[in-house]
């Protein structure tokens, strides 16, 4: 990430700080750290005021950091807090009103925290995962590169045949496929199921082999930059029944309905509500028990949320996925998922993969 681009997020920053009669902000979370300063490593912290712009790590990082990290002063250190903190004093004084990240901390660490600070501590929450709901044009090229690499695996994966092959085989060739494809790794675990085991909405890929004759369901993200993609497609393997086809359709139209409802002002529980009525008016509304979508970014879930009960207002610049499901345990499952773009008039679909029930050997 570019030095131009990150300035206006320290300014985003800046201004919470200022609105809240904060002085200076202790970023700790490493998604947050890398998106307010390029840097990839671990175990780093920044230390932001109106005027400072500190990154605080250890000998291991030095010269990455020189590498990753420009506007920001380099603290070179071998004990965390301390001399994060230590520098904070140096640069700002005695006395300081300190955000903190509270869900980055253990309990332990907030303890250190407040026998080393002599100023006031305040728990900023998610103020910074807030700052990165909305993606500026560098972030969603990432993140269309990411999704293309994912939507080209999976292609792949379905292309070369999965009847008779494991679950945790067809895993593992979609893991190949994104690396040979470019991508950095995957975004997350990679979900394989088949049959009855698709009912299980994060099941973990094993031995059982794929059939024909059922349904498989396949989750997967690839990231690039540090940017992930998100995508779930459900495959027949050969032949299906009616029922199974009418679920299938079922669920592809509540995942249509969601797309529809993606706009800029909409509430994350309308996307889920406009989803979770055509399954519900199906008769299938108690086999639908997660959200209708989260935030992708640097991490695959993020702000915003899209549920019946907590959600966001989406914006221009928002991502998301829109993934319905019906689970019917010891029989099948169906989820479809794409990762979408929040755009002035609606949304454009980052994954690409065909949504129509396909038939694959």
Do not use: N
Request: with cysteine; aromatic share 4%.
């Amino acid at each position: 990430m570019t030095e131009r681009a990150r300035d206006p997020r320290l300014a985003s920053l800046r201004r919470h700080l200022a609105d809240r009669s904060l002085d200076a902000a202790l970023v700790s979370e490493p998604h947050d750290v890398r998106y307010l300063s390029g840097f990839r490593g671990e175990d780093a912290v920044l230390v932001v005021g109106a005027d400072a712009a500190l990154i605080c790590t250890d000998s291991r990082y030095w010269a990455q950091v020189g590498e990753e990290v420009s506007g920001f002063v380099l603290e070179k250190t071998e004990r965390l807090p301390d001399d994060a903190l230590a520098a904070l004093r140096r640069e700002l004084g005695e006395g300081v009103a300190l955000g903190f990240q509270g869900d980055a901390v253990t309990y332990a660490e907030w303890r250190r925290l407040r026998r080393l600070h002599d100023g006031g501590l305040r728990d900023m929450g998610d103020a910074v995962l807030r700052l990165r709901m909305v993606k500026d044009d560098e972030e969603l090229a990432t993140l269309a590169r990411a999704a293309a690499v994912i939507d080209q695996a999976l292609e792949m994966t379905i292309a070369e045949g999965v009847a008779g092959l494991t679950e945790a085989e067809v895993a593992w060739r979609l893991e190949v496929l994104v690396r040979e494809l470019g991508g950095d790794g995957l975004s997350f675990d990679t979900i394989v199921a088949a049959g009855p085991r698709a009912a299980l909405a994060h099941a973990i890929p094993g031995d059982r082999r794929i059939e024909r004759g059922e349904l498989l369901l396949i989750d997967a993200g690839a990231t690039v930059g540090g940017y992930c993609s998100d995508i779930t497609r459900t495959l027949a393997v050969g032949e299906v029944g009616e029922r199974t086809r009418a679920i299938y359709e079922t669920v592809l139209a509540a995942q249509l309905a969601g797309l529809a409802a993606v706009r800029p002002g909409a509430d994350g529980r309308d996307v889920d509500a406009a989803a979770r009525q055509v399954i519900e008016v199906a008769g299938y509304g108690d086999a639908f028990g997660h959200g209708t979508g989260h935030g992708v970014g640097l991490q695959v879930h993020e702000l915003p949320r899209l549920g019946p009960r907590r959600s966001d207002r989406l914006d221009v610049g928002m991502v998301h996925t829109v993934e319905p499901g019906i689970y019917l345990e010891g029989d099948l499952g169906v989820r479809i998922e794409d990762t979408v773009v929040v755009t002035g008039d609606g949304c454009e679909r980052l994954t690409w993969s065909p949504k129509e029930l396909r038939t694959v050997d």
